[in-house]
């Protein structure tokens, strides 16, 4: 499965560690990211999260 990316330059640029970062690549996000960002914040970050349990995957 090919996954579907940009690549681009910022004008201005994101600072960190003291050295400002330009160039980026977007990937599309995958069920697994969309999962992981989920487990990551935890049952009480918000009302709208996905049960998984409801989708048959325990």
């Known amino acids: 499965m090919s996954t579907l990316t940009e690549d681009g330059t910022l004008l ?3 600072e960190r ?3 400002f970062h330009k160039k980026f ?3 599309v996000a995958t069920m697994k990211d969309v999962e992981n960002a989920l487990e990551d914040a935890g049952p ?3 009302n ?3 049960a998984r349990h409801k989708w048959g995957y325990h």
């Open 48 to 50: 709208a999260r996905v």
């Open 12 to 14: 201005v640029g994101v």
């Open 44 to 46: 009480d970050a918000s």
């Open 17 to 19: 560690d003291g050295k």
């Open 25 to 27: 690549t977007l990937r």
